[in-house]
Each structure stands twice: as structure tokens, then as C-alpha cells.
């Protein structure tokens, strides 16, 4: 259900009230965006920097570091649209008390859920990077003829 359908069904509010809603929930998006534009940039120039510095150390290790730097700045991308749309929905909820606090918790989780999401397949494929070469040579060892 998309929040201007949300807005609609369930606020009870007049036309006029839900465009000037819907006018600066679309502003508080586009400054939103505007900042993770700015955070993103000054992010991509401090992971070159110590990707640079880190490739004389264990170019294996920068591969993963700017592997977590994607998986971080996508979670904080989809965090930032859920927020920007649990705040209007909980916004327009203050007028019943009890769907407020629901609202607000519903929005805020979906970050955690976004973190956990790439989380999971980000590790797995990590540790299948670092463990099958560690696996392989155990049993060269080991099982050797």
C-alpha cells in the first residue's frame, strides 16, 4: 500500500490538508536524498583512500571492506526512503493516539530488516571467499597420497 493510498484511506483528512502532506513529504524525500548524495560522496573518497592504503596490506581484505562500504550504503539508501514514509504515515496516525506508536516502530524496522538482509548473504559469501580455499588446502594436507 503506497502512502499516499495510506493517506487516503485511513487519516480522514481533507483533500487540501493531504496535498500539503504529500507537497512536503516530497520535499523532506528530495532533501533526504540531497543528503545522502553529499554523505555518499565524502563515504566513496574515505573507502578509496583506505582501500588504497589497505591494497599493499592484503588486496583480498580491500575487496571485502569496499564489498561491506556497498552493502552499508544500500541498506542506508532503502533506511532513508522507509524513514522518510514512516514519517508522514506517523505523522498523519498523531490524530489516533494508539496507531501512532505502531506506526512509528513498523517504519523503524525496516532498517533493521534492510541491515539483516544484506547482512547475512554478505557474510556468507564472505566466509565462502576466506573458507573454501581454507578447506581446500586442509584436505591437500591431510588426504595427500
Same mark, same amino acid.
Given at each position: 500500500?503506497s502512502s499516499m493510498?495510506y493517506?487516503i484511506?485511513?487519516?480522514g483528512v481533507s483533500?487540501?490538508e493531504?496535498?500539503?502532506?504529500?507537497?512536503l513529504?516530497?520535499k523532506?524525500?528530495?532533501e533526504a536524498m540531497t543528503?545522502?548524495?553529499?554523505e555518499y560522496?565524502?563515504?566513496? %573518497?574515505v573507502?578509496?583512500?583506505a582501500?588504497?592504503?589497505g591494497?599493499?596490506?592484503?588486496p583480498l581484505a &580491500?575487496?571485502l571492506?569496499?564489498?561491506?562500504?556497498? %552493502?552499508?550504503?544500500r541498506?542506508?539508501?532503502?533506511g532513508?526512503?522507509a524513514?522518510?514514509?514512516?514519517?508522514?504515515?506517523?505523522?498523519?496516525?498523531?490524530?489516533d493516539?494508539?496507531?501512532?506508536? &505502531?506506526?512509528?516502530h513498523?517504519?523503524?524496522g525496516?532498517?533493521?530488516?534492510? &541491515?539483516?538482509?544484506?547482512?547475512?548473504p554478505?557474510l556468507?559469501i564472505? %566466509?565462502?571467499?576466506?573458507?573454501?580455499?581454507?578447506?581446500?588446502t586442509i584436505?591437500?594436507?591431510?588426504?595427500?597420497?
Amino acid at each position: 500500500m503506497s502512502s499516499m493510498h495510506y493517506l487516503i484511506v485511513f487519516s480522514g483528512v481533507s483533500l487540501f490538508e493531504l496535498s500539503v502532506v504529500f507537497f512536503l513529504s516530497q520535499k523532506i524525500r528530495d532533501e533526504a536524498m540531497t543528503f545522502l548524495r553529499e554523505e555518499y560522496k565524502i563515504i566513496a %573518497l574515505v573507502a578509496i583512500i583506505a582501500g588504497l592504503i589497505g591494497y599493499f596490506m592484503s588486496p583480498l581484505a &580491500v575487496l571485502l571492506f569496499i564489498y561491506g562500504v556497498v %552493502l552499508s550504503m544500500r541498506t542506508g539508501f532503502i533506511g532513508m526512503h522507509a524513514a522518510t514514509d514512516a514519517n508522514v504515515r506517523t505523522t498523519m496516525s498523531a490524530r489516533d493516539k494508539g496507531a501512532l506508536v &505502531v506506526i512509528g516502530h513498523l517504519g523503524g524496522g525496516i532498517m533493521g530488516l534492510a &541491515v539483516h538482509s544484506f547482512g547475512l548473504p554478505g557474510l556468507s559469501i564472505i %566466509l565462502f571467499i576466506i573458507i573454501t580455499p581454507l578447506i581446500t588446502t586442509i584436505k591437500r594436507f591431510y588426504f595427500a597420497t
